[in-house]
Every structure is written in structure tokens, then in C-alpha cells.
């Protein structure tokens, strides 16, 4: 069985930084991408960033220039470092997974953690 579980959430203030990490762990043969979500109360649940294993890493509009994805393969890892932090940004960050394993190719989320902008 595949998990992720996520850590680093917090309370930070506006223009602050918080490194999330995201370990994907159990049977694993590859991964094939890792991502970012965020959901707010009252709203969906939207893409914040994703990274395949090759390194190619996409960002919605409202973090790009501010957050960064990156990952460790040899730990399946993955780290969203988030840079001048927001109220708007204040949401439960979810990881989520394109994994490899052995049922075949499946979709995982972790479990969610908070993260709380403010002064």
C-alpha cells in the first residue's frame, strides 16, 4: 500500500516562508508526477504546483514567482518551498501522486496539512 504524508504546515505571517515536504512511501516502482493542492474553507480544492520525474514543474498563476517545487527522487520526496506568503495563501495543503506500484498506476493523496497566513 502507497502513502503520503505530508509535514511543515504552520502558522506564518504575511511575507513569510514555509517549506512543506510531502514523503511518498510502501511499494513503490516509480513516480510518474507529484503535485500541490489547496483547498480554503467555502472552496474547491485547486492546483497549487506539480512536478513530474524528470523535473518539469508547472505553477498556477497566483504562486508562480513565489512558490517552488522541487523533488527527491532517491527519497521520494517532494518539497514546495513557499516564499512571500499571503492571507490569500491560507489554505489545507494536500499532496497528491501519480504512483507506480503494485496495482498498476494509481492516483494518492495524502492527508493534509494546515497552513495559516497572518499577523
Known amino acids: 500500500q502507497v502513502q503520503l504524508v505530508e509535514s511543515g504546515g504552520g502558522l506564518v505571517q504575511p511575507g513569510g516562508s514555509l517549506r512543506l515536504s510531502c514523503a511518498a512511501s510502501g511499494a513503490i516502482f516509480a513516480i510518474d508526477n507529484m503535485a500541490w493542492y489547496r483547498q480554503a474553507p467555502g472552496n474547491g480544492r485547486d492546483l497549487v504546483a506539480s512536478?513530474?520525474?524528470?523535473?518539469?514543474?508547472t505553477y498556477a498563476d497566483s504562486v508562480k514567482a513565489r512558490f517552488t517545487i522541487s523533488m527527491d527522487n532517491g527519497k521520494n520526496t517532494v518539497y514546495p518551498q513557499m516564499n512571500s506568503l499571503k492571507p490569500e495563501d491560507t489554505a489545507v495543503y494536500y499532496c497528491?501522486?501519480?504512483?507506480?506500484?503494485?496495482?498498476?498506476?494509481?492516483?494518492?493523496w495524502g492527508q493534509g496539512t494546515q497552513v495559516t497566513v497572518s499577523s
Open positions: 497528491n501522486g501519480d504512483i507506480r506500484g503494485y496495482l498498476g498506476r494509481r492516483n494518492y
Open positions: 512536478i513530474s520525474s524528470g523535473g518539469s514543474a
